[in-house]
């Protein structure tokens, strides 16, 4: 089985800056975790997942790691 814990912690980086100048920050680095979420996906295997799985919004991925 592969290792998700390094796409786990590229999504998480998405969802926990609060302060504004955190926000503004993190715009400028989510185009690059996309890519890189896009590679680790295709690395382990989830880009045959259904999109149910694969396309969660922000609110729902945050819901789906705290939970």
């Excluded at 996309?34 to 690395?43: D, G, M, P, V």
């Excluded at 919004?57 to 939970?67: H, I, K, P, R, T």
């Amino acid at each position: 089985m592969k290792d998700a814990s390094h796409l786990i912690a590229l999504q998480t980086r998405l969802a926990v800056a609060k302060k504004t100048k955190e926000i503004e920050l993190r715009k400028v680095w989510i185009v690059q975790i996309e890519k890189e979420i896009a590679h680790e996906k295709a690395f382990i295997g989830f880009e045959d997942l259904s999109p149910e799985i694969t396309d969660l919004s922000d609110d729902d991925l945050l819901a789906e790691l705290l939970g």
